[in-house]
């Protein structure tokens, strides 16, 4: 970047074994919304700081694993306490480095603060189950027990929430973790961990590891003595994470990734509510949700009025100041990002779409010193050779495709690669019933947008979205395994199945 010009002092440091450290090169951390604006100056940690961090994961495991359960997670309670003091601050450093709209960085606090409380109410909750066994002398038990130590790698564009959905269940459960923020957004992710150590959680139980994803993350998930990794991020470092577990010889990882998610408008759809739900869908965090609508699905019937009125409407949506209330949203991450939209923009006009809505960058005043887009939207006829109606965009990019039967919906809905979250639009009980069932996704959605899950349901997908480890609520299932434990009763030995117990000098049982 040619000029830049340091506004605030933010420094970082990784948190290793309890002690705050910096040293080494520095990376930058930018301000989307106007980037030559530097935020603050972090380590670029690597190989040498990624073991130090396993390290004191692996030595805190010891302890944290043997502490109650109950006082684990009364810790949350007091994380609790400390993001609601701290709510406003968190949102307005959340809304300057990743330049979402202060009211939606403040809506990710909330539900970070969310699954914190979800944790901590489960603390006291049953975790296994009393088995009967066929032999009535023994008890059998189902087990969790932590995995050990946990890889947090996250990304930018939740970076309080997602964190939380992973650190959460795996910490409570009695694991230990090594936290890797993505480098856009580094500050909220220190902020998160200074709470996490103000509430009192033990040195070596939350590390912080700063760096790039090529270079922290990497060594992360390639550690031999990382035993979990939770990733949320791209398909392609999803699939490569996925591979360094299959060739590993115990690890095992829980990845969410992209998806080309979709709102369905059917035939029968109150035209309002269609509008509402897909204008949130596809441009809320400027189109930057995993669950983002890349698509709208449209009942040929509706097509016309729909699609004049949804681009009358996107044309008054403000893509501006992230601190400023009349924006609905604000820049895109940074110039790769701005760069992958363009390309696509492009492409779907080389494809034959009938552009409606051109977007583009926007450049007017202050907007011109940050990555600001506006959306685009097109009609598109559904096809196998159609790039963009398939690929994930990451941006304010809207394909409307017409259909003219549920079947066909369907069949084009679930034509693409990914599975993550699907909306379906109807008044018909029997129509989305029939939607819920045969559409491919992680999270489905009647008569709402296909983004703005709760916390305390499982938040993941099939296909490239995910590899069938939710995260959120449903994380427990990731970071602990499941031990069977049988416990004999009597003085002898009865084995199941009718197999005889007999040993020299023992006659056994066989009456099971
Ligand atoms: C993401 O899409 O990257 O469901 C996470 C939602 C939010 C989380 C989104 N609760 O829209």
New binding site residues.
């Given amino acids: 970047m040619a000029e830049t010009t340091l506004l605030a002092t933010w420094q970082g440091e990784h948190f290793i074994d309890g002690r705050w450290l910096c040293g080494g090169e520095l990376f930058e951390n930018m301000n989307p919304a106007r980037y030559r604006e530097v935020l603050g100056l972090y380590p670029r940690g690597a190989g040498r700081e990624a073991d130090a961090a396993v390290a004191a994961a692996r030595k805190a495991f010891a302890a944290w694993r043997r502490t109650s359960r109950l006082k684990r997670g009364e810790l949350f309670l007091r994380l609790a306490g400390l993001i609601q003091r701290d709510c406003d601050t968190l949102a307005t450093v959340l809304a300057r480095e990743s330049g979402k709209v202060l009211n939606e960085a403040r809506a990710e606090v909330i ?1 970070g603060l969310h699954m914190v409380e979800y944790v901590f109410g489960t603390a006291r909750q049953p975790t296994g189950q009393v088995v009967e066994s066929e032999i009535e002398a023994k008890d059998l038990y189902v087990r969790r027990k932590p995995r050990g130590v946990v890889a947090v790698i996250t ?1 930018w ?2 970076p309080f ?2 964190p939380l959905w992973m650190l959460g269940p795996s910490l409570l459960e009695g694991n230990t973790a090594v936290f890797k923020p993505s480098e856009e957004t580094p500050e909220i992710g220190q902020r998160l961990v200074r709470l996490f150590e103000e509430a009192g959680f033990p040195p070596g139980t939350v590390n912080l590891l700063h760096g790039l994803g090529e270079e922290a993350g990497d060594a992360l998930a390639r550690h031999p003595d990382v035993d979990v990794i939770c990733f ?1 991020g791209s398909f392609e470092v999803g699939q490569h994470i996925r591979r360094l577990c299959a060739e590993s010889d115990r690890k095992t990882c829980a990845c969410e990734m992209g998806s080309k998610s979709a709102v369905i408008v059917c035939e029968d759809a109150r035209l309002e509510l269609a509008l509402s739900a897909t204008l949130l869908s596809a441009f809320k965090t400027t189109g930057q ?4 609508a890349g698509r709208v699905l449209v009942h040929r019937r509706l097509l016309e009025p729909f699609a004049r009125e949804l681009v009358a409407r996107a044309r008054q949506l403000k893509f501006g100041d992230p601190f400023d209330p009349a924006s609905f949203a604000g820049p895109l991450i940074n110039q790769a990002a701005v760069d992958k939209v363009q390309f696509y923009n492009k492409l779907a006009v080389q494809e034959g779409a009938q552009v409606l809505l051109a977007g583009g960058r926007a450049e007017e005043g202050e907007l011109a010193e940050g990555y600001f887009m506006r959306p685009m939207i097109y009609l598109q006829e559904h096809g196998a050779d159609k790039r963009t109606i398939r690929e994930e965009v990451f941006g304010p990019h809207l394909a409307i495709i017409p259909f003219d039967d549920d079947a066909q919906a369907i069949s084009i809905y679930n034509d693409t690669p990914y599975g993550l ?1 699907m909306a379906v639009i109807t008044e018909d009980y029997r129509r989305w019933r029939l939607y819920r069932d045969e559409c491919e996704y992680g ?1 489905g959605y009647v008569n709402l947008p296909c ?5 305390h349901l499982p ?1 993941g997908g099939v296909k490239r979205s995910g590899n069938g480890q939710p995260s959120a609520a449903a994380l427990v299932d990731s970071v602990t395994h499941r031990t069977a434990f049988t416990v004999n009763h009597e003085l002898g030995i009865t084995m199941a199945q009718g197999m005889s117990a007999a040993t020299p000098g023992h006659a056994g049982r066989r009456d099971a």
């Fill in positions: 539900e990304p564009n939740f929430a997602v949320t949700r995993c669950v983002s979250s999270m983004i703005g899950a709760e916390v938040f």
